[in-house]
């Protein structure tokens, strides 16, 4: 059982992690036919990080993050702290996908797997991504 009640109290306690570590952090934001949990634009180097936030099933997590790799510098996924298994770790790494954990106690972020940037991002996505930002008041 976790910590965390629902997800979206999860993605809440995370996107607070991600503001203290320098980040604007945007909660449910539409890119193309699907919603990305949290995307988060550094402040300092303009990147753009989505994130997906699951308490169980990180494996869908992972094919979402991945689809968002069309429009993001860097996609993970973030689950409750656990020691992670072989299998979730191996597919991060294969996928270029970052892992994070949330430790449930501090409510502070570990990076298991870091994220490999997007070998490929679609203009027209990214376009409509950063418009969508800025409607909310981001600044890329």
């Known amino acids: 059982m976790s910590a965390f009640a629902t997800e979206s109290i999860f993605a809440e ?13 945007f909660s449910e934001v539409p890119l193309m036919s699907r919603c990305v949990d949290i995307v988060a634009v550094h402040r300092e180097s303009g990147e ?31 689950v409750p702290m656990r020691t992670p298994s072989e299998a979730l770790l191996q597919s991060c790494q294969e996928g270029g996908v970052g892992l994070l954990m949330m430790d449930a106690q501090v409510r502070t972020l570990e990076r298991a797997v870091e994220p490999q940037p997007a070998e490929r991002i679609w203009q027209p996505a990214r376009g409509w991504l950063v418009d969508v930002l800025r409607q909310r008041g981001a600044s890329c």
């Open 13 to 25: 306690c995370v996107g607070e992690a991600l503001q203290h570590a320098g980040y604007d952090v």
């Open 48 to 78: 753009v990080l989505a994130i997906e936030c699951k308490l169980r099933d990180w494996k869908r997590a992972l094919r979402q993050a991945k689809s968002h790799s069309i429009a993001c510098d860097l996609v993970s996924i973030c």
